[in-house]
């Protein structure tokens, strides 16, 4: 098996933490922007929770294209 620098246990601690921090940050970001577009009033019975199942994919999949 070669060497490949892009595969997670070649990277050095500090690589990790930024990967890391960076998927944290999109989690974060993708939480907050899909409370806010589906008007999400910070309890488990907003409207984003009303959509049906391949609703709520198609928004986080557009919510991913923009993020």
Partial sequence: MSYNPNNPSNWSWSKAFSEMN??????????QCINHVAGYPGEAVGL????????????????????
Avoid: G, H, R
């Fill in 48 to 67: 984003y929770m009303t959509f049906d199942k391949k609703s709520q994919d198609d928004v986080y999949e557009i919510l991913n294209e923009i993020l």
């Fill in 22 to 31: 960076k998927q944290v940050d999109q989690a974060e970001l993708t939480s």
